[in-house]
């Protein structure tokens, strides 16, 4: 995990909630994908651009420190969206990797994710939200396996399909045509009239 000082009181409890989200089960699929997505890496001198190592060890912390750098992220990107991401580098400075991640979210949401669906820089880093980094990664591989354009590589199955857009376009007569319509829902005002109302506030004339 990052270097930082413990959490206390309410912070603390909010930060168990947020850990006690995290889902074991969900986390090795996402590596299983992310491996066979970038192929796995057969050693040390392997070229930062090819292939990624399994994680040291299983578990939250385990994940996050295997994507803490980025470099994961940016060849997950890059085997989606090939040149993505322009340079991926290993480095041990914070700003480098803390890069390298928002390098990856930029690139995502290019590739069509919603801004909305993605986690921030320091819930990676940090290890803030680590539940948010697992969503983000599971609505990435869905895109990938709803836009069909043979770059995804693994199981279809481990991730649901996004919902695609239906449009429907009209000619001009056709548009015409709707405005002439009466929706059911509006009423119509066929064979009514004003004759015998009064107007408001004015009291009813009895015979």
Same mark, same amino acid.
């Given at each position: ?18 850990d006690q989200m995290y889902d074991p089960d969900l ?6 994908? !992310?491996? @066979?997505?970038?192929?796995? =890496? ?10 990624? #190592?399994?994680? /040291? &060890?299983?578990?939250?912390?385990g994940f996050q420190k295997w994507l803490k750098d ?6 997950? !990107?890059? @085997?989606?969206?090939?040149? =993505? ?10 700003? #480098?990797?803390? /890069? &390298? ?27 803030k939200s680590m539940p948010s980094v697992q969503r ?72």
């Amino acid at each position: 995990m990052a270097n930082k000082g413990p959490s206390y009181g309410l912070s603390r409890e909010v930060q168990q909630k947020i850990d006690q989200m995290y889902d074991p089960d969900l986390e090795r699929i996402l590596v299983q994908w !992310i491996i @066979s997505q970038c192929g796995l =890496a057969p050693g040390d001198d392997t070229p930062p651009t090819s292939g990624v #190592k399994e994680p /040291e &060890q299983e578990g939250r912390e385990g994940f996050q420190k295997w994507l803490k750098d980025g470099t994961v992220l940016c060849k997950l !990107i890059n @085997s989606l969206s090939p040149g =993505a991401v322009k340079k991926i580098q290993k480095s041990g400075m914070a700003f #480098k990797q803390m /890069e &390298q991640i928002s390098q990856f979210l930029q690139a995502s949401v290019f590739y069509g994710l919603n801004a909305a669906d993605m986690f921030q820089t320091v819930d990676l880093w940090e290890g803030k939200s680590m539940p948010s980094v697992q969503r983000t990664l599971m609505n990435l591989g869905g895109l990938a396996v709803t836009k069909n354009d043979g770059c995804f590589k693994g199981d279809p199955s481990w991730f649901t399909r996004k919902a695609q857009e239906n449009r429907r376009d009209f000619t001009d007569d056709q548009l015409k045509q709707g405005q002439s319509v009466i929706g059911l829902q509006m009423g119509t005002n066929k064979g009514a009239s004003q004759s015998g109302m009064t107007g408001y506030g004015m009291p009813r004339q009895i015979l």
